[in-house]
């Protein structure tokens, strides 16, 4: 049942599409060859023609663009609405995309562009491995984690000689430059900065208010054993019901006797905040459980956290109740880019004595790439650059802060308030 939309899909991947008005679009895997071969000018013309294209469509108008029109990739019209929930249901990889269909259809083909979702690697110690790598890192007798003052920041105000810090006892502290890390939700909510006088511009406070931030939930538990290897039982479920995406995670490959860890819900937008009525660890793992009995009972009797204890050996994540992140990801709505673009290049305002604000947004909300690592490595090392520069230091040439602007034109689908990029 699935053969018309994933032939559909795979098709626009790897061939492009040519509406029958419009002019022909380069296939994402065709751009993301021209930049892996650094052949940047023609990556950038062939993107341009998707921001002029789809800058205001969501993903699911622009599926129903593609797949519906004269000329669909596959050659075989997807049917409405019964493909559409079809491919809803399973996505493009990381799970089922239906509660994302309101997104940006840029933000999805990015995705495919970037190879986000190509060639993964599991990290059995978990992603916060690679912070810990760095917070080990010795400099001057000291590490990175010497140097840390783990404090929660209610208020960031620029003054004329640098930045007040408000912590949460109301006390203040002084910074040369500070580098905000945050999601932009807890740039606005927990830490004020885009209150009244901020540092920043009227355009880039409305993007960090306004850029979207996927809501998520998790719920993890751990078992006795890894049954789905001794029952021959699947493990990924997808489902278009209450518990979503279900994962087996095998953290002791090695250690058949180890205990198992099932990813029994991951949940996005409004499946996720339908989540947050589901009661304490218990009730919610029950009622869960049950639901994926509809679609395997086999595998939801063996979801039993060991020693049937619900405290001890079940995780819950609700990412929008989460201090400090206030959210998920960011995925922008349809337009929403230009809104990235505001937040992206917002380092390069201390390129002038006048403009430079002292501080500098990073993190995967502030990126073209949401949700993911390099989003936040990137603007932490354009940040990194502009610190020093704004200090007087010196960056070694062919760096961010000198040799980057933004390079498309999103006139044509910016809201008012995203006006003025170039």
Not at 17 to 22: A, F, G, L, Q, Y
């Given at each position: 049942m699935f053969a018309t939309v994933h032939a559909g899909w795979t098709v626009f991947i790897s061939d492009g599409?040519?509406?029958?008005?419009?002019p022909a679009l380069l296939a994402p895997l065709a751009i993301t060859e021209l930049l892996r071969t650094r052949q940047h000018g023609a990556a950038r013309s062939a993107w341009q023609a998707y921001i002029d294209m789809f800058g205001n469509q969501s993903f699911y108008s622009a599926l129903q663009t593609l797949f519906s029109g004269a000329n669909p990739?596959?050659?075989?019209?997807?049917?409405?609405p019964d493909d559409y929930e079809?491919?809803?249901?399973?996505?493009?990889?990381?799970?089922?995309?239906?509660?994302?269909?309101?997104?940006?259809?840029?933000?999805?083909?990015?995705?495919?562009?970037?190879?986000?979702?190509?060639d993964q690697l599991f990290i059995p110690a978990g992603i916060e491995?690679?912070?810990?790598?760095f917070s080990q890192q010795v400099f001057d007798g000291l590490s990175v984690a010497?140097?840390?003052?783990?404090?929660p920041v209610s208020r960031i105000a620029r003054t004329g000689e640098g930045v007040v810090l408000t912590l949460a006892d109301g006390s203040n502290e002084f910074a040369d430059r500070v580098i905000a890390t945050a999601s932009?939700?807890?740039?606005?909510?927990?830490m004020a900065l885009t209150a009244p006088a901020s540092a920043l511009s009227?355009?880039?406070?409305?993007a960090v208010n306004d850029v979207h931030l996927t809501s998520s939930s998790k719920v993890f538990v751990m078992t006795q054993r890894k049954f789905w290897l001794d029952e021959n039982l699947p493990a990924n479920i997808q489902t278009d019901t209450l518990v979503r995406g279900v994962y087996c995670l095998d953290y002791a490959p090695d250690n058949p006797d180890a205990p198992g860890v099932v990813l029994l819900s991951y949940a996005w937008e409004d499946d996720a905040i339908k989540q947050l009525a589901l009661g304490d660890n218990q009730q919610r793992v029950q009622r869960l459980v049950a639901d994926l009995a509809q679609t395997n009972a086999t595998f939801a009797q063996y979801v039993v956290p060991i020693d049937n204890d619900y405290q001890t050996y079940v995780k819950t994540i609700d990412w929008?109740?989460?201090p400090g992140y206030c959210g998920a990801f960011k995925l922008n709505f349809a337009g929403g880019d230009a809104q990235s673009q505001q937040l992206f290049f917002q380092f390069q305002d201390g390129k002038q004595p006048a403009t430079d604000p002292f501080i500098y947004l990073t993190g995967d909300s502030c990126s073209f790439t949401g949700g993911w690592v390099e989003g936040a490595l990137q603007t932490g090392i354009n940040a990194v650059c502009a610190v020093i520069r704004s200090l007087g230091g010196s960056v070694v040439p062919n760096n961010p802060f000198d040799n980057m602007s933004p390079p498309y034109d999103y006139s044509a689908t910016s809201t008012s308030k995203a006006i003025g990029l170039h």
């Open positions: 599409v040519t509406p029958s008005s419009d990739p596959g050659g075989k019209p997807w049917r409405n079809l491919f809803g249901a399973l996505g493009v990889g990381s799970g089922g995309l239906g509660p994302m269909y309101p997104v940006a259809f840029l933000e999805i083909v990015r995705l495919m562009v970037d190879e986000l979702e190509t491995s690679l912070a810990q790598a010497q140097r840390v003052v783990n404090t932009t939700r807890a740039m606005q909510i927990d009227p355009q880039q406070c409305s929008d109740l989460q």
